[in-house]
T-cell receptor
């Protein structure tokens, strides 16, 4: 596709359930980021993938959060045993990264509501 | 803590006026970027300024960077109602790829 695609757009789940969020980056973009944005807040870095390098997981808030990416394609963010505090918009972005950090292209986000 | 912090948190001005937002950061950087977000969804890249640049223009946008003060400003001239949005600065430490965002400035342009 032309842009970064995220699914689902909205997800309502019950506390304790697992959720999986998907991100399709722009074709050819080697870098992929996940961010979390709580209502009215800034973007909180979660995880960064760059090609076949080990991902930077330093922003994952707990071991309930994990993410995978196959090569330079789709990424999934999984949240296990969801809590109400996990309610937020989860934003994915991709970029062409050569030497320095470049422009990020964002998807529209997945809005997660945990009841 | 966040690498970038915007100031003010909220700004409300009349259409046609200029809007200025500031960003401060903490470490040496490769570049600084400004993004815009409408309605709490995806962000759109506005402009990137490299650490060896002091000023950059793009249409009605002007960005300055002062690496000695570790600060940047975004000026939107001749504001329009459509400029109403949240604006974020983003930085990455030198040698790092992780791009960190500030808390944003909510800009409201009143018609």
């Amino acid at each position: 596709g032309a842009g970064v695609s995220q699914s689902p757009s909205n997800k309502v789940t019950e506390k304790g359930k697992d959720v999986e969020l998907r991100c399709d980056p722009i074709s050819g973009h080697t870098a992929l980021y996940w961010y979390r944005q709580r209502l009215g807040q800034g973007l909180e870095f979660l995880i960064y993938f760059q090609g076949n390098s080990a991902p930077d997981k330093s922003g994952l808030p707990s071991d309930r959060f994990s993410a995978e990416r196959t090569g330079e394609s789709v990424s999934t963010l999984t949240i296990q045993r969801t809590q109400q505090e996990d309610s937020a918009v989860y934003l994915c972005a991709s970029a062409v990264v050569q030497a320095n950090t470049g422009e990020l292209f964002f998807g529209e986000g997945s809005r997660l509501t945990v009841l | 803590s966040q690498q970038g912090e915007e100031d003010p948190q909220a700004l409300s001005i009349q259409e046609g006026e200029n809007a200025t937002m500031n960003c401060s950061y903490k470490t040496s950087i490769n570049n600084l970027q400004w993004y815009r977000q409408n309605s709490g969804r995806g962000l759109v890249h506005l402009i990137l300024i490299r650490s060896n640049e002091r000023e950059k223009h793009s249409g009605r946008l002007r960005v300055t960077l002062d690496t000695s003060k570790k600060s940047s400003s975004l000026l939107i001239t001749a504001s329009r109602a459509a400029d109403t949005a949240s604006y974020f600065c983003a930085t990455a430490r030198q040698g790092a790829q992780k791009l960190v965002f500030g808390q944003g400035t909510r800009l409201t342009i009143n018609p």
